[in-house]
Every structure is written in C-alpha cells, then in structure tokens.
C-alpha cells in the first residue's frame, strides 16, 4: 500500500495504550512502522528526569503541552515551556528533567519511532508497576539503539 492510498487516521481522547515509563504515565497516540511515526503523551512529575543520552536510530521532538521542562544537552541546559518545541536529532546528546512543583505534559514524537516504541513498551512490561533500577533501565533501553551518556 502506497502512502496515498493509506486511508486517514484519527485516535480519539480515550483510545491508545497507556505504558508506565519509569514511574510516569504515557499516552501513546500513534505508534505506526508503516507510516513511520510514533506519538505519545507523556506527563512527568516533580523531580522526575531521563538523564542524558542517545538514540541510534530515532529522531526526536517533544512540545511542551503544560510546564517548564529542563533540557539537558551536550551544551548544557535550557528550558522549554508550553508552546515551546525540541529537536532532538539522532545520534545527539539529550535528555529532561521537571524542576518544577507541577507536573509537566508534552508530546514526544519519533521517527521512524520503531524502536522508540518498542523500547517504551519494553520498559513498562518489565516495570510491571515498581520502579526500575538504573543498570535495568540501561540494559532495556540498550537493545534498542539508545546510550546513556
């Protein structure tokens, strides 16, 4: 099937899965190979961070929905805040962190999302509702292209 003759797409409010990733809930809204994108919903609380890394195989963005969230980059840290919009390319150093009180909710979009996907599915059946240490978290995330750094 070639991409035009895909018939169009649309996920209601309610439908999706929801993964728990690293004790903070995502909302996946798109996870399709064939279209080669991959959407979710993630909202973090206070304290929360994926320290630095990098994917192998994934571009990245995030737009930040609600909040302030810390960037963290191989040039240091910035924050993004609603309305704001990441770039994370492939092979680059990134990673957030919620400083705030609040929660804070954004959009993560991959591409081609593939193994982001997967990867995030992994990490919540192997959570399985309690929290993961680094060294599994690490090992997870590794079988799928992505480093910490």
């Given at each position: 099937?070639?991409?035009?003759?895909?018939?169009?797409?649309?996920?209601?409010?309610?439908?999706?899965?929801?993964?728990?990733?690293?004790?903070?809930?995502?909302?996946?809204?798109?996870?399709?190979?064939?279209?080669?994108?991959?959407?979710?919903?993630?909202?973090?609380?206070?304290?929360?961070?994926?320290?630095?890394?990098?994917?192998?195989?994934?571009?990245?963005?995030?737009?930040?929905?609600?909040?302030?969230?810390?960037?963290?980059?191989?040039?240091?840290?910035?924050?993004?805040?609603?309305?704001?919009?990441?770039?994370?390319?492939?092979?680059?150093?990134?990673?957030?962190?919620?400083?705030t009180k609040s929660d804070v909710e954004f959009?993560?979009?991959?591409?081609?999302?593939?193994?982001?996907?997967?990867?995030?599915?992994?990490?919540?059946?192997?959570?399985?509702?309690?929290?993961?240490?680094?060294?599994?978290?690490?090992?997870?995330?590794?079988?799928?292209?992505?480093?910490?750094?």
């Amino acid at each position: 099937m070639t991409p035009a003759q895909r018939p169009n797409t649309i996920i209601a409010s309610e439908e999706g899965e929801l993964l728990n990733i690293l004790g903070a809930p995502m909302a996946v809204r798109l996870a399709d190979p064939a279209a080669s994108l991959f959407v979710a919903r993630h909202r973090t609380p206070p304290g929360f961070m994926v320290p630095p890394h990098k994917h192998e195989d994934d571009d990245e963005a995030f737009y930040i929905l609600e909040g302030t969230l810390t960037l963290l980059g191989a040039d240091g840290e910035t924050t993004a805040t609603a309305g704001d919009f990441a770039f994370l390319p492939r092979g680059s150093v990134h990673g957030f962190r919620n400083d705030t009180k609040s929660d804070v909710e954004f959009l993560v979009i991959c591409t081609p999302g593939v193994q982001s996907a997967e990867m995030f599915r992994q990490l919540d059946r192997v959570a399985n509702g309690a929290p993961l240490s680094p060294e599994t978290t690490a090992a997870v995330t590794s079988q799928y292209g992505v480093e910490f750094c």
